[in-house]
C-alpha cells in the first residue's frame, strides 16, 4: 500500500466571537514565530549553532506561563503554539539545504492571518471541531472519513476564514491497466477554448470571466501602483486588488475542478502537454499567469486520474501537436499563433486544436506502449480538493 495526501479544503462561517478569536490565534501564531526566530538570531549569534528545537519548547512554555505580560498567549491552543516553533525548524531546515530562502519576521501587514493545527480536528455534522475555539460551522459539500492529519486556518483578502485539512489515503500498489485507446482522449488547452478534445465532444470554451477577471485584476493593480506610496489611499486599493484577486482564483478554481472531475469520470485514460517548463520560455508575466493556471488544471487531473487508478500521460512540450498533419506526417513549420485552421501540401484540411488534441492522444498511447510514460508524479506532492460552497 502507497499512502498519499489529500488536503481538503472548506469555507468556514464564524461567528463574531469566534472570528475574533481565530483572528488572535493567528496573532498568537506570528507573535511566537517573530519571537522564536529573534530567539534563533540570538543564540546564532552568541554561539554561531542553531538552538535545540527542546530548549526552544520549553522557553515559550515558560515564557507563556511565567511573563504576565505574554499571558494572553495561554488563549492560543498549546499543540498549535508548539507547531509554530516546528515550522520555523523546518524553515532552517530547508534554508540550510538550500531549498527556501532564509526565515524572515512575519508582519501583520504583509502575511496572511494563519495558523495550523497538527491534531484533533475533526469535522462533523457541518462544523468544524477547533481546540480552545469551539464547533465552527463550515459550507461543507463532501464527507471527509480519513483520519486528519492535519488543519490549516487561514484568512483571505476578504476576511473570510478556510480550513484545508490534509488526510492520508492508502493505495494499493497494483499496475494501472492499459487503457482502451477507444476511451483515450487527448486534451488541448486554449484561451479560446479551454479545452479541446480528440473525439466528438464539444470543446469547452472558455468561460467569459476568466477574460473580465484578468481585465478587472489589471485594472485593480495599476490602481494601486498609481497611488502614493504608504499612503491611506494605496492600502486601501491593495486590499480591494486581493480581493478581486481571490475572487477570481476562486472562480476558476470551480470552473476547473467541475471540468476536471467531468473529464477523468468519463474516459480511462487522459493526454495532455506537459507545460512545467513552458512558463521560463516565456516573458509576458500575463502568459504566465495563464500557463500557471493550466498547470493548476493537469495537476487536477494528474492526481483524480491516480486516485481513479486510471492514465495521466503528460507530452513533452516540444512535441509538435498542433503543427503535424497526421495523414502524411509533414510538419507545419510556417504555423503562427494566430492560425486557427491550416491546409497541408497533401490536401489535409486542419482544425489546429483538434488536430492538437488528436496528436496528443496518438503521442501519449505511443509512449504509454513503450513504457515511456511513467507513473503519474506524485513525490510528496499533496493533492487538493477545495469545496468552497457560495
Ligand atoms: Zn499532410
Same mark, same amino acid.
Given at each position: 500500500m502507497a499512502k498519499h495526501r489529500k488536503v481538503y479544503r472548506f469555507r468556514m462561517k464564524p461567528t463574531t466571537a469566534q472570528g475574533h478569536a481565530l483572528n488572535r490565534m493567528a496573532g498568537a501564531r506570528r507573535f511566537i514565530w517573530n519571537w522564536a526566530l529573534r530567539r534563533w538570531k540570538d543564540h546564532y549569534a552568541v554561539t554561531g549553532k542553531s538552538i535545540p528545537l527542546a530548549q526552544l519548547s520549553s522557553e515559550l512554555t515558560?515564557?507563556?506561563k511565567k511573563q504576565p505580560e505574554t499571558a494572553w498567549l495561554k488563549d492560543a491552543d498549546s499543540q498549535a503554539s508548539q507547531q509554530v516553533l516546528k515550522d520555523l525548524h523546518r524553515a532552517f531546515t530547508n534554508f540550510f539545504e538550500k531549498r527556501a530562502r532564509s526565515p524572515k519576521f512575519k508582519s501583520r501587514k504583509r502575511d496572511k492571518a494563519r495558523f495550523r493545527i497538527p491534531q484533533r480536528v475533526k469535522i462533523k455534522d457541518g462544523g468544524v471541531f477547533v481546540p480552545k475555539i469551539g464547533d465552527v460551522r463550515i459550507f461543507q459539500s463532501q464527507d471527509v472519513t480519513e483520519e486528519t492529519k492535519s488543519a490549516t486556518f487561514q484568512r483571505g483578502a476578504d476576511g473570510t476564514w478556510y480550513v484545508s485539512l490534509v488526510v492520508e489515503l492508502e493505495m494499493p500498489d497494483i499496475p494501472i491497466p492499459m487503457p482502451d485507446p477507444a476511451k483515450t482522449v487527448g486534451i488541448d488547452v486554449g484561451l479560446i477554448d479551454y479545452a479541446t478534445f480528440s473525439d466528438t465532444t464539444l470543446p469547452v470554451p472558455a468561460p467569459k470571466f476568466f477574460r473580465k477577471g484578468q481585465?478587472?485584476?489589471?485594472k485593480a493593480q495599476r490602481t494601486v501602483s498609481r497611488r502614493q506610496k504608504g499612503s491611506k489611499r494605496k492600502a486601501k486599493a491593495?486590499?480591494?486588488?486581493?480581493?478581486?484577486?481571490?475572487?477570481?482564483?476562486?472562480? @476558476?478554481?470551480?470552473? =476547473?475542478?467541475?471540468l476536471s472531475t467531468k473529464i477523468v469520470g468519463q474516459y480511462a485514460a487522459v493526454c495532455v502537454e506537459d507545460l512545467s517548463l513552458k512558463g521560463l520560455a516565456r516573458t509576458k508575466p500575463a502568459k504566465s499567469i495563464n500557463d500557471a493556471a493550466f498547470g493548476e488544471f493537469f495537476r487536477q487531473l494528474r492526481y483524480k486520474c491516480l486516485?481513479?487508478?486510471k492514465?495521466?500521460?503528460q507530452i513533452d512540450r516540444f512535441f509538435p501537436s498542433s503543427r503535424l498533419c497526421h495523414v502524411c506526417g509533414a510538419t507545419n513549420d510556417r504555423l503562427t499563433l494566430s492560425d486557427r485552421e491550416w491546409d497541408c501540401d497533401c490536401t489535409t484540411h486542419h482544425q489546429?486544436?483538434?488536430l492538437a488534441a488528436c496528436n496528443i492522444r496518438d503521442e501519449g498511447l505511443r509512449m504509454l506502449a513503450a513504457g515511456q510514460a511513467g507513473e503519474p508524479k @506524485?513525490?510528496?506532492? =499533496?493533492?487538493?480538493t477545495r469545496h468552497a460552497g457560495q
Amino acid at each position: 500500500m502507497a499512502k498519499h495526501r489529500k488536503v481538503y479544503r472548506f469555507r468556514m462561517k464564524p461567528t463574531t466571537a469566534q472570528g475574533h478569536a481565530l483572528n488572535r490565534m493567528a496573532g498568537a501564531r506570528r507573535f511566537i514565530w517573530n519571537w522564536a526566530l529573534r530567539r534563533w538570531k540570538d543564540h546564532y549569534a552568541v554561539t554561531g549553532k542553531s538552538i535545540p528545537l527542546a530548549q526552544l519548547s520549553s522557553e515559550l512554555t515558560a515564557l507563556i506561563k511565567k511573563q504576565p505580560e505574554t499571558a494572553w498567549l495561554k488563549d492560543a491552543d498549546s499543540q498549535a503554539s508548539q507547531q509554530v516553533l516546528k515550522d520555523l525548524h523546518r524553515a532552517f531546515t530547508n534554508f540550510f539545504e538550500k531549498r527556501a530562502r532564509s526565515p524572515k519576521f512575519k508582519s501583520r501587514k504583509r502575511d496572511k492571518a494563519r495558523f495550523r493545527i497538527p491534531q484533533r480536528v475533526k469535522i462533523k455534522d457541518g462544523g468544524v471541531f477547533v481546540p480552545k475555539i469551539g464547533d465552527v460551522r463550515i459550507f461543507q459539500s463532501q464527507d471527509v472519513t480519513e483520519e486528519t492529519k492535519s488543519a490549516t486556518f487561514q484568512r483571505g483578502a476578504d476576511g473570510t476564514w478556510y480550513v484545508s485539512l490534509v488526510v492520508e489515503l492508502e493505495m494499493p500498489d497494483i499496475p494501472i491497466p492499459m487503457p482502451d485507446p477507444a476511451k483515450t482522449v487527448g486534451i488541448d488547452v486554449g484561451l479560446i477554448d479551454y479545452a479541446t478534445f480528440s473525439d466528438t465532444t464539444l470543446p469547452v470554451p472558455a468561460p467569459k470571466f476568466f477574460r473580465k477577471g484578468q481585465r478587472k485584476l489589471r485594472k485593480a493593480q495599476r490602481t494601486v501602483s498609481r497611488r502614493q506610496k504608504g499612503s491611506k489611499r494605496k492600502a486601501k486599493a491593495a486590499r480591494k486588488a486581493a480581493i478581486v484577486h481571490q475572487k477570481f482564483a476562486d472562480q @476558476r478554481w470551480d470552473f =476547473q475542478h467541475k471540468l476536471s472531475t467531468k473529464i477523468v469520470g468519463q474516459y480511462a485514460a487522459v493526454c495532455v502537454e506537459d507545460l512545467s517548463l513552458k512558463g521560463l520560455a516565456r516573458t509576458k508575466p500575463a502568459k504566465s499567469i495563464n500557463d500557471a493556471a493550466f498547470g493548476e488544471f493537469f495537476r487536477q487531473l494528474r492526481y483524480k486520474c491516480l486516485w481513479n487508478h486510471k492514465h495521466c500521460i503528460q507530452i513533452d512540450r516540444f512535441f509538435p501537436s498542433s503543427r503535424l498533419c497526421h495523414v502524411c506526417g509533414a510538419t507545419n513549420d510556417r504555423l503562427t499563433l494566430s492560425d486557427r485552421e491550416w491546409d497541408c501540401d497533401c490536401t489535409t484540411h486542419h482544425q489546429r486544436d483538434f488536430l492538437a488534441a488528436c496528436n496528443i492522444r496518438d503521442e501519449g498511447l505511443r509512449m504509454l506502449a513503450a513504457g515511456q510514460a511513467g507513473e503519474p508524479k @506524485r513525490s510528496g506532492r =499533496q493533492c487538493r480538493t477545495r469545496h468552497a460552497g457560495q
